[in-house]
């Protein structure tokens, strides 16, 4: 888990990553914005990752990511630079994750179990932790 709060500043940098083992693990941002959850504001001005950010979690070999907001990318631009350098490297994208703040940083075995589809670009899971006793 990698808290973002969302106060800082909506886009979150390779600085972020820097210093954390993230090889083979899934990556969780927690910004704090599932808190505008099903209303108006959780749709605009959203935290989102950095083309850089992107480009460090495939260097480091993460094996999923995740963040908490509608989208992973910048969604004030056209461009899909997060999808399209996490998905070309083989990691699943997670977006519109909920109740982080429940979460502890480390400690936990995150799954997102996805519905046996086939042809579908996007696709509701169930995500949850298992947290360590």
């Not at 995740?66 to 969604?75: A, E, L, V, Y």
């Not at 070309?88 to 909920?98: D, M, R, V």
């Not at 502890?104 to 799954?111: A, I, K, L, N």
Request: glycine letters at 8%.
């Amino acid at each position: 888990m990698i808290r973002c709060p969302y106060q800082d500043g909506l886009a979150i940098d390779a600085a972020a990553i820097d210093r954390i083992d993230v090889s083979g693990k899934a990556v969780i941002f927690a910004t704090g914005w599932d808190r505008h959850w099903r209303t108006e504001a959780y749709q605009t001005g959203h935290p989102f990752l950095t083309a850089a950010a992107a480009g460090r979690l495939v260097e480091k070999a993460a094996a999923f990511v995740g963040i908490d907001s509608h989208n992973i990318d910048d969604t004030a631009v056209r461009a899909r630079p997060v999808h399209t350098i996490l998905l070309k490297a083989g990691i699943p994208i997670g977006e519109h994750l909920t109740n982080l703040a429940a979460v502890p940083d480390s400690g936990f075995r995150f799954s997102a179990v996805p519905p046996k589809v086939k042809g579908m670009g996007t696709f509701p899971v169930r995500a949850y932790a298992l947290v360590a006793a």
